[in-house]
């Protein structure tokens, strides 16, 4: 069964710095992957996906992630974080073929201090 | 237009009562998915629909009931539901049924049963 962990529930930055997300996942095939962002009590909004090709991914708010076969990884990265950038992030993971599941990491909540 | 409409955004409910909520979207996708998420949780999926038929049911209880009255419009009808089941329930709708399509989220609604 596929599976996505989220090693780190809670990441702190300082706004400017740069940013990494983990994301490690479990799937027997090429799988596809996904970065959501989740503000306080809204929805999900899709940053990036990744289904082949270029391993490194470009996504929407400047963030950018890079498909890792060989460690099972899709770290999400931006070079310099804005306080608006504070949220929810949620990795997610998808079948190559068949239904329409996705599923979801535990997410990492990313708090911005100035 | 990329937005997905849900009401109400708030609703607070017995036990005994009967609710619904409602997904809208105008995008011409044709296929949406309820969703539900806990707090401080992923999002777990509840229902399927594609081309207006139900695709997935991921063994939810009948006490929620999913109805698709047109391409446009997803309906949640809530009966006899428990404490536990206070969440935020989030619509999504891609362009066709497959994973390489983008979900576009609804805010979601925020259910509290009392």
């Known amino acids: 069964a596929q599976s996505v962990t989220q090693p780190d529930i809670h990441i702190t930055v300082s706004e400017g710095a740069s940013l990494e997300l983990r994301c490690n996942y479990s799937y027997g095939a090429t799988p596809y992957l996904f970065w959501y962002v989740q503000s306080p009590g809204q929805g999900l909004q899709l940053l990036l996906k990744y289904f082949s090709g270029d391993t490194l991914v470009q996504g929407i708010k400047g963030f950018e992630a890079e498909f890792k076969r060989s460690q099972s990884s899709f770290n999400l990265r931006k070079p310099s974080v804005h306080w608006s950038d504070a949220a929810e992030y949620f990795c997610?993971?998808?079948?190559?073929?068949?239904?329409?599941?996705?599923?979801f990491g535990t997410g990492t909540r990313l708090t911005i201090i100035p | 237009d990329t937005e997905v409409t849900q009401t109400p955004k708030h609703l607070v409910m017995g036990m005994t009562n009967k609710k619904s909520l409602k997904c809208e979207q105008h995008?011409?996708?044709?296929?949406m998915y309820w969703y539900k998420q806990k707090a401080k949780k992923p999002p777990e999926l509840m229902f399927v629909y594609s081309y207006e038929k139900l695709s997935i049911n991921e063994s939810v209880p009948s006490r929620f009931s999913p109805e698709c009255p047109n391409s446009s419009l997803l309906n949640l009808h809530l009966h006899a539901l428990q404490p536990e089941d206070s969440a935020l329930y989030l619509c999504a709708s891609t362009r066709t049924s497959g994973l390489t399509d983008t979900q576009y989220f609804g805010p979601g609604t925020r259910l509290t049963v009392l």
């Open positions: 995008m011409g996708h044709r296929a």
């Open positions: 997610a993971v998808g079948p190559f073929f068949g239904n329409e599941k996705l599923t």
